[in-house]
């Protein structure tokens, strides 16, 4: 978006800390359709809080296991979202990608799994800012980007791949 950010990004600290997760095989990308919390009814990868003392590794794969009963292979980071959000506390969230899994994608009481072409992708069920950022993840591009939401609708966006990790 052209405009300047209503954010000093240089100074922005997430009150919460999250993950996501996205398994990427055979042409497919196992996404999940929220069950409750944050995102219900959207379709997204398994994901959520960092607890205590846990890094953000261990924290995708806990997500990942809790929300479909697989265990992700070799978890790799390419991206950070920084959510400046309306109606909950600001959210950085750490990006991973793997390419193998152990276990059956199961339903639990949290998600549903989706299986999904890499070229029909569900944009329009997903949050607004997932298509800025998600195809640079499937190109296995690392990235950076910053969000400023008013509810669900996206207000500002910015998505960089000048990143290291």
């Known amino acids: 978006m052209a405009d300047p950010s209503p954010i000093d990004w240089s100074t922005w600290r997430g009150e919460m800390l ?13 996404l999940i359709e929220k069950k409750r919390g944050l995102g219900a009814g959207k379709i997204n990868g398994p994901g959520g809080k ?10 995708a794969i806990r997500e990942t296991e809790e929300e479909l009963c697989i265990t992700p292979h070799a978890p790799r980071k390419l991206g950070e979202l920084r959510f400046s959000m309306s109606d909950c506390p600001d959210i950085l969230c750490h ?3 793997s390419d193998d899994f ?19 992708i569900p944009y329009h069920r997903m949050w607004e800012d997932d298509q800025h950022w998600l195809p640079l993840l499937l190109n296995e ?9 008013d509810a669900d609708h996206l207000r500002w966006s910015e998505v960089s791949t000048e990143v290291v990790w």
């Open 18 to 30: 999250a993950t996501i997760l996205f398994i990427v095989r055979d042409g497919q990308v196992l």
């Open 50 to 59: 960092i607890d205590p003392g846990e890094t953000a590794l261990a924290a």
């Open 95 to 97: 990006v991973y990608r």
């Open 102 to 120: 152990t276990g059956t994608p199961t339903e639990t009481d949290e998600a549903v799994p989706v299986w999904t072409p890499l070229d029909q």
């Open 141 to 149: 591009q690392s990235f950076l980007g910053c969000f400023v939401f």
